[in-house]
């Protein structure tokens, strides 16, 4: 049964499904993809043009391109699953490696590749992981979540072969050489 809001009712809206959780980016993504295609064989919009029903054709395309250009934008629900299981696992060997739900969240949804930005997402990281538990973090991530490979232009969104006199590639992101 849907529960509706006296706020909601007034608007027309509903919640159908209450959900007591996060939501990744990729999940969001997934969902706005389904509501697109829905909406492809459904209500028609102005100008006989078909739109999503219950959202806005500009929510669609923004939300889309936003979330298919973020650092996580290349990874699937699935791809996420296979990130929190090998994490779960991670935390089963090694108690050093309980990180909270918003942590997994923000791991899943920016796709850290540095040790700086694992340091930004994890609360006293420096306390609760050594060095190389970072490094073998950072590992699971990339194994777990695919890089992002193209722009919407169909472009590799990093040129490997245009490297700047003194930068280098590290995880895939650009890096200025030491020495």
Not at 78 to 99: I, M, P, Q, T
Not at 151 to 176: K, L, M, Q, S, W
Request: aromatic content about 4%.
């Amino acid at each position: 049964a849907a529960e509706t809001s006296s706020q909601g009712a007034r608007a027309g809206m509903q919640v159908l499904k209450a959900i007591d959780g996060f939501v990744t980016n990729a999940e969001v993504l997934e969902h706005v993809r389904e509501r697109r295609e829905d909406g492809k064989r459904t209500k028609p919009g102005r100008a006989g043009k078909k739109r999503p029903r219950g959202m806005h054709p500009w929510v669609v395309r923004n939300v889309s391109a936003y979330l298919e250009h973020t650092m996580g934008g290349g990874a699937s629900a699935d791809d996420v699953g296979r990130l929190f299981y090998a994490l779960d696992e991670l935390e089963k060997g090694n108690s050093a490696f309980r990180l909270t739900a918003g942590e997994k969240m923000q791991i899943a949804n920016l796709r850290p590749r540095e040790p700086v930005e694992l340091h930004l997402i994890i609360e006293h990281c420096e306390e609760r992981l050594t060095d190389d538990d970072v490094d073998h973090l950072l590992t699971i991530i990339a194994d777990a979540l695919p890089e992002q490979v193209a722009n919407g232009d169909g472009a590799a969104e990093e040129d490997e072969d245009e490297e700047e006199e003194g930068v280098e590639t590290v995880r895939g992101r650009p890096t200025v050489a030491a020495g």
